[in-house]
């Protein structure tokens, strides 16, 4: 045998080289390892810092787990998903300024529906079939993620930590919303007025503030050869035909405008998993509120305008939020482990109720936190069934909602209750049919609905007048 460090011969049976294992030669390769170590470890922290001013701007730590350590928001963190900036050729309005900071962020409400795709209102309707509930609403088909169609400005956005978020060509509305004059005299329901019926699905009804046109969802048209849902406004004048608003390359949910009609919130499956977007019709560009991995979605304006209540997971469970119209002012509203979707605002813009849910299409509750300052949530309507998509008339005495009548959760009916006596009625406007998600009229003239019959679904407005006694 041989010494691999020296070559010499060793006596037989034995293995250390006694030339080579002295006291002194041990010492000399402790040093060699140290240094050739240190060598290493400096070449490496070298080589680290050159890839951190090139690529991150010398902020590398904000990106990995130290970041949680620090207070500084101000770092702006662009998702790789988010679309790229174009425009119209007919709209050369530059891309908003990209001077926001990010932190961190449909289900659709759910109902009885024809045979098409579903989005989950709530947890365990993902194995509910198409007539079972609105629960099963709406699961968008398998949508290449990509750019709206011809429509989108993509700026900053709320993905997963506070941020202000502005764009030079969305012109925000003017604070403070417009005192809703309250005559005397009591709601009481009159009829039911057919607003909007096609070969597809239509849904997701708001009349707009000034009582101009009727915005909603439909899926009369196909986007990449699959049935989507898309933003439609339909004028309310006698004869008016709907149409479509923006092309948009993924499903619109929930779509409602500002008090000045201007811009449309709305939620979207085309960034995964659902992000809420604003479209402002007059640039005809949008950005996206929300980004990141976490899903948000059910998007509801505040009266005067300038906050969005939304829904969002970023947290685990679903919770009520808040976000300014420019992305900024990121605020969490509810907290626990229960599920809260579906938030509407009072009319003054000093609370929002919402749908708490215990068990999915069984029970559920609709509560209700006021806002400034922010207190705990109280039920408004607590009963051992399934209570939901709540929302409050204008003069604040009634609160219309939907209420599954079968342990299932199918069998919804309207139910409008006061909110001084608790009273309740039932409405079945239309004989056969299942009535979802009343949304008043800002004139408390009435509110939208959509209704699904074995034809698909339609949109309707129930018909109030105030009577005095």
């Known amino acids: 045998m041989y010494c691999f460090k020296c070559g010499k011969k060793l006596p037989a049976r034995v293995v ?6 002295t006291p002194q030669k041990r010492r000399q390769r402790y040093r060699r390892r140290m240094i050739l170590g240190l060598f290493i470890f400096l070449a490496g922290a070298v080589a680290g810092s050159l890839f951190d001013t090139v690529f991150f701007k010398g902020q590398a730590w904000q990106h990995s787990f130290l970041g949680f350590f620090s207070g500084d928001k101000s770092t702006q ?22 001077t926001a900071s990010v932190d961190e962020s449909q289900l659709s409400d759910s109902e ?100 101009s046109e009727l915005i909603f969802s439909s899926n009369r048209l196909k986007v990449n050869a699959a ?8 004028p309310v004048a006698s004869g008016a035909v709907a149409r479509q608003l923006f092309d948009w390359s993924g499903n619109v949910w929930t779509p409602e405008t500002t008090p000045d009609n201007n811009m449309v919130v709305f939620s979207s499956d085309s960034a995964k998993p659902e992000h809420i977007f604003v479209y402002d019709r007059n640039t005809r560009n949008s950005m996206p509120l929300t980004t ?28 009520i939020w808040l976000i300014g119209i420019d992305g900024g002012n990121l605020m969490q509203i509810t907290t626990g482990s229960t599920d809260d979707r579906e938030p509407r605002w009072a009319p003054d813009g000093s609370a929002i109720v919402f749908t708490r849910i215990f068990e999915p299409l069984k029970r559920s509750h609709i509560m209700k ?101």
């Not at 049935?227 to 339909?234: I, S, W």
């Open 292 to 319: 990141g991995t976490s899903k948000n979605m059910m998007p509801s304006i505040s009266p005067d305008g300038r906050l969005v209540a939304f829904v969002s997971n970023r947290k685990g469970s679903n919770h």
């Open 227 to 234: 049935a989507t849902y898309q933003c439609f406004a339909k």
């Open 16 to 21: 250390i080289c006694p030339d080579c294992d």
């Open 369 to 469: 936190v006021t806002l400034e300052p922010l207190g705990e949530p109280v039920a408004i309507v607590e009963t051992s069934g399934r209570n939901w998509l709540a929302d409050i008339s204008p003069d604040g005495s009634l609160l219309a909602f939907t209420r599954s009548e079968s342990a299932d959760g199918s069998k919804n009916a309207l139910v409008l209750r006061e909110m001084s006596s608790g009273k309740e009625e039932t409405l079945r406007p239309l004989a056969g049919a299942e009535c979802f998600r009343p949304v008043w009229n800002r004139d408390s003239s009435g509110f939208v609905f959509h209704a699904s019959a074995r034809d698909g679904r339609s949109l309707y407005q129930a018909i109030f007048s105030r009577e005095t006694y």
């Open 77 to 98: 963190v662009v998702p790789e998903n988010l679309p790229a900036q174009t425009s119209r050729p007919e709209t050369p309005a530059s891309i908003a300024s990209e």
């Open 112 to 211: 009885q529906a024809p045979a098409e795709p579903a989005i989950i209102t709530e947890v365990a309707a993902a194995t509910q079939t198409a007539d079972i509930s609105e629960a099963d609403e709406f699961v968008a088909a398998s949508i290449a993620v990509q750019l709206p169609v011809a429509d989108v400005v993509a700026t900053a956005a709320i993905a997963d930590k506070p941020a202000v978020a502005a764009s030079e060509s969305l012109s925000l509305p003017e604070s403070g919303a417009a005192a809703v004059a309250v005559p005397a005299g009591k709601l009481v329901y009159k009829k039911v007025s057919l607003l909007e019926k096609s070969a597809g699905s239509d849904y997701h009804g708001f009349m707009a503030r000034d009582g």
